[in-house]
Every structure is written in structure tokens, then in C-alpha cells.
């Protein structure tokens, strides 16, 4: 039992550490003309299950849809995390089809690191 304490304190501590050096990627961006959210979710899903959710340091995603603009939310372990993703993206097997959704010209990305 002593064994089992130590070992879930461990695990609660790695995963303190790894919220507390965090960064959370905010990206929006309007859909092109004529898409709507309701055709463009199952890529953005498709996005985040092949790609953004297989790549190291990533923690969690959530996207949303509100006055024209879509706007996703990415936790990683750091910022190398996050910009090696980024830099991948352009080869993940559904990126010319998200691409091809959104009004590229319109996408803002920024990355703020968790307080402390």
C-alpha cells in the first residue's frame, strides 16, 4: 500500500509540473465562403485525432464555433511541442482538406505559457 501512495504521488506531481510549464496555443480563423461549422467540424476532428493529438507534448484540444470564426485551444507540455506540431502540420494527411475549409488569409495563432 505504501508502495501505491508513493507511486500516485509521483504521477500527481509529474502531472502538476507538466500543467504548471505548460503553454496553451489559441488559434482562430474564418471558414471560407460558403463552408459552415457544421461541414467543417468532422475535418477539424479529423485534424485533431490524426495529427495534433499524435504528436509529443500534447495535452488536450478543444475547438468552437461563434460569429463566423473558428477557434481551437491546444494545451501542450511547451512551446517546442507546440511549434514542432505546427511544423509538421503541412504533411499531416488531412491538412489540404482543413486548408481548403478555412480562409487561410484570416488565421491568427498565439501561444501564451501557463502562469505559475
Known amino acids: ?11 500527481l506531481g ?10 496553451i496555443e489559441i488559434v482562430t480563423m474564418n471558414l471560407a465562403e460558403g463552408v459552415t461549422a ?4 468532422p475535418v477539424d476532428k479529423a485534424i485533431e485525432e490524426e495529427h495534433v493529438s499524435q ?3 500534447f495535452i488536450s484540444r478543444q475547438a468552437a464555433f461563434a460569429d463566423g470564426k ?5 494545451n501542450w507540455e ?5 511549434q514542432a506540431s505546427m511544423d509538421s502540420f503541412a504533411s499531416a494527411q488531412a491538412a489540404e482538406k482543413f486548408m481548403s475549409m478555412i480562409d487561410a488569409t484570416s488565421m491568427s495563432m498565439k501561444r501564451y ?3 505559475r
Open 14 to 23: 509529474s502531472i502538476a509540473m507538466a500543467q504548471d510549464a505548460g503553454v
Open 70 to 74: 473558428w477557434a481551437v485551444v491546444v
Open 38 to 41: 457544421q461541414e467543417f467540424e
Open 55 to 57: 504528436q509529443p507534448g
Open 1 to 11: 500500500m505504501k508502495t501505491f501512495l508513493i507511486t500516485l504521488t509521483m504521477m
Open 113 to 115: 505559457e501557463l502562469a
Open 78 to 82: 511547451s512551446a517546442e511541442a507546440a
